[in-house]
């Protein structure tokens, strides 16, 4: 008997634990609705302007590699998951040598934009560089939804 209470003791103990640092970890993430609606951009807006301006914004993918290579923006950039210290570094290596007034455009897709643990950590790193041009594509659902199924140009695998 005192072996199923220990082990019993030592289950709960061990997902106390787990469930303690998921919740931190959920408490850090900001979410996607703190960014202002005037830094969204719609994916028709995008699109349009990705097929007629001259100058074209930087498009970077902060989500998840799986996502990216399945299908993803033409000329636009992995820099990995956001929600990640090392993806968040892989985002300012990658705009560290840009003038501050680059006009940029971020997005994810993974999930509905109320649950998407990406998107708004990209958006502060990148306010907290002094970036003044940038733009958070709006996915209200995910990628595949709001972009690939809308017939907007993608690029399949890489």
């Given at each position: 008997m005192k072996l199923y209470a220990t082990k019993a003791l030592y289950f709960f103990a061990i997902a106390f634990i787990c469930l303690s640092q998921s919740g931190l970890a959920f408490a850090q993430?900001?979410?996607a609705a703190s960014i202002p609606?005037?830094?969204l951009i719609q994916p028709a807006?995008?699109?349009?302007n990705l097929k007629s301006a001259a100058q074209k914004p930087l498009v970077l993918q902060v989500?998840?590699?799986k996502l990216y290579t399945q299908?993803?923006?033409p000329d636009s950039e992995y820099v990995g998951p956001a929600n990640e210290d090392a993806g968040l570094q892989l985002l300012r290596?990658?705009?560290a040598k840009l003038t501050k007034d680059t006009a940029i455009v971020i997005y994810c897709g993974c999930c509905p934009w109320s649950h998407c643990p990406n998107i708004?950590?990209?958006?502060?790193a990148l306010h907290?560089?002094?970036f003044t041009r940038v733009k958070v594509l709006y996915i209200a659902e995910n990628f595949g939804d709001n972009w690939v199924n809308l017939g907007y140009p993608v690029v399949m695998g890489r």
């Open positions: 993430h900001k979410p609606s005037a830094d807006d995008l699109a349009a989500g998840f590699r299908a993803h923006i290596n990658r705009v708004a950590a990209a958006y502060d907290a560089l002094g």
